[in-house]
């Protein structure tokens, strides 16, 4: 039976858990022995992603991605993180900040399922359709 990336992260994120801070190095260490004695160690971004999954939600914590244009200026970027708070939930919000000159203006936000596309690219690619 092929253990899935999923069971994995769940059985890393058990042994983690119950090894305490200061044998987490030598699990995740001789986890990655068990991945390598199987065969398995091309999964590892899948598990990687798994684990964060479990790991979040184990800590109550939302993850968010804002994409701008250029660097945001501190209060633009207080401004958008409240924003991100409220749609958390209460939860306590991890936010990537990412700059993609493609969206030329504007930005991105994206928090779990949802993303609000406010980039001037998006409106003109609206405009475009409106002018079809």
């Given at each position: 039976?092929?253990?899935?990336?999923?069971?994995?992260?769940q059985a890393l994120f058990?042994?983690?858990?119950?090894?305490?801070?200061n044998k987490t190095k030598a699990v995740i260490k001789s986890f990655c022995r068990v991945l390598a004695d199987?065969?398995?160690?091309?999964?590892?971004?899948?598990?990687?992603?798994?684990?964060?999954?479990?790991w979040?939600?184990?800590?109550?914590?939302?993850?968010?991605?804002i994409v701008s244009a250029r660097k945001l200026s501190r209060e633009t970027g207080k401004i958008l993180r409240e924003c991100l708070k409220k749609v958390a939930a209460g939860k306590k919000i991890e936010v990537e900040e990412k700059i993609d000159k493609s969206i030329m203006g504007g930005v991105i936000m994206k928090h779990g399922d949802k993303i609000l596309d406010a980039s001037l690219r998006r409106?003109?690619?609206?405009?475009?359709e409106i002018i079809k």
């Open positions: 039976m092929k253990i899935t990336a999923k069971q994995y992260a058990e042994s983690v858990s119950a090894a305490g801070d199987n065969n398995q160690t091309s999964q590892q971004e899948k598990i990687i992603k798994k684990f964060e999954l479990i979040d939600r184990s800590n109550n914590i939302a993850r968010a991605e409106r003109l690619e609206n405009f475009r």
